[in-house]
């Protein structure tokens, strides 16, 4: 019974090695994604206070920073392995295609 223990305990080890071993190399195209994605949500919060003064010309363009930084994020996830994530983004960029509109910025 020991041997079969020790097996199942070797190969854990050896799995989660393994695992930590991968997610340790994704780990840098993840952080740039991530930093993307909290420059685009300051963005963001910069196009409302921009709107809330009625600085229209650089809502669009802030706007327009926004999405790059989205895709760059998407970008960035994709090649981490997070395409889970990078879906997730389309819904971010339909809402800022809205607020495009409602900005009239296209």
């Not at 994605?37 to 409302?48: H, I, M, P």
């Not at 600085?55 to 395409?83: I, K, M, P, S, W």
Request: aromatic residues 4%; neutral net charge; glycine residues 6%.
């Amino acid at each position: 019974m020991l041997p079969s223990g020790l097996a199942k305990t070797a190969f854990a080890g050896a799995f989660s090695l393994l695992a930590l071993t991968s997610s340790a190399l994704a780990l840098p195209a993840c952080l740039e994604a991530q930093r993307k994605v909290d420059e685009a949500n300051a963005l963001r919060f910069q196009a409302r206070q921009e709107a809330r003064l009625g600085n229209h010309d650089r809502v669009c363009d802030t706007l327009d920073e926004v999405g790059d930084r989205y895709d760059d994020a998407r970008d960035a996830f994709e090649r981490c392995g997070e395409g889970v994530v990078a879906i997730d983004l389309r819904s971010e960029l339909r809402g800022l295609r809205i607020a495009k509109k409602i900005n009239r910025c296209d």
